[in-house]
């Protein structure tokens, strides 16, 4: 079970290195599509997949798993890849020049703050 959490984990590290790769080419909307599917991945590995592992397939207590196959640790990456996400779409309005809604900006930025 330990490969196939170590799997699901460096799929999730190598879609969030699609949605670096995406922005240093100023393809925003590509890197912020990237990020929300790493998101979801660790969400994923964080909230189903580890926690029945866990329960119903291990001796082993929480503090005792080494720190990448952790629930926490895995919590912390999906709230990263979604605020990452919500940069990519400030940086998306903000390129075009277009009328951007004030609002939306304020609340992506309070989102990406917290």
């Known amino acids: 079970m330990y490969e196939l959490v170590m799997t699901v984990a460096c799929a999730a590290l190598a879609t969030g290195r699609a949605g670096c790769d995406s922005s240093v080419s100023d ?12 998101a979801g991945i660790w969400q994923y590995l964080g909230q189903d997949l580890m926690p029945k592992w866990i329960a119903y397939g291990s001796d082993a207590l929480q503090e005792d798993l080494p ?3 952790s629930t926490r640790v895995a919590d912390a990456m999906m709230q990263l890849n979604l605020a990452f996400a919500q940069q990519m779409i400030m940086s ?16 992506l930025t309070l989102g990406i703050s917290c």
């Open 27 to 38: 393809d925003f909307a590509a890197a912020g599509k990237h990020f929300k599917v790493a």
């Open 67 to 69: 720190m990448e196959a």
């Open 92 to 107: 998306a309005a903000l390129k075009n020049n277009t009328k951007t809604s004030y609002s939306l900006m304020s609340k």
